[in-house]
């Protein structure tokens, strides 16, 4: 899979790329990703990228121009192109999961006050993070693209998805490690008995309960 992530700020995605997962991951091939920095394709001599808005009002507004020439430049017929913005549908597991089918994502992160409402014609889907709004779409792109890369085939055990929080919309069951004791706080009898029916069964009561407790409204979506 290739994703090319659009931005002003290239800098502040070294560190995703550069770490754990998302490095390995790239190191082996299972992604390739490319920051580009929407303001090489400004067509003005200042390479200007936002301007007033039009009617009035606070803030700078980002313009079609540099968005539009760089999608001219990398789109091919198997780009899929992703607007970020407080006001798209928000993500999900099963987002993340239609998205691992595409063989080339593009990210488009929008900054400042906002962006020409024109942008959003260029947009195959607009995606959220949750209802809060952040500075621009650079963090919500590296959210995005990292419940992704985690699901592409070998990027890490499948056995790891399965347990996943939201797989069958069921949270994760409690976890433990040494020692048997810590604190006064023990690891529960039944995962030191080596019976591996009744830890399974435990662990499939412990989801249920933690779902309930927590997110009720994932269990009525089962
Ligand atoms: N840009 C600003 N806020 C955002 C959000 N909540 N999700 C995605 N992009 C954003």
New binding site residues.
Partial sequence: MKIDILTLFPAMFDGFLTESIIKRAIHNKQVEINIINFRDYSLDPHKKVDDYSYGGGAGMVLMPQPIFDCLDAIKTDDSYVIL???Q?ITHTEQMAYTLTKKKHLIFIC?HYEGFDERIRSCADLE???????????EL?SMVITDSIVRLLDGVITTESHIKDSFHNNLLDYPVYTKPVEFRGMKVPEVLLSGHHKKIEEWRYQEQIKRTKERRPDLLEKR
Avoid: C, E, K
């Fill in positions: 970020l913005s407080p798209g929008g995606l959220s993070i949750g209802d809060y709004v952040l500075t621009g779409g919500a």
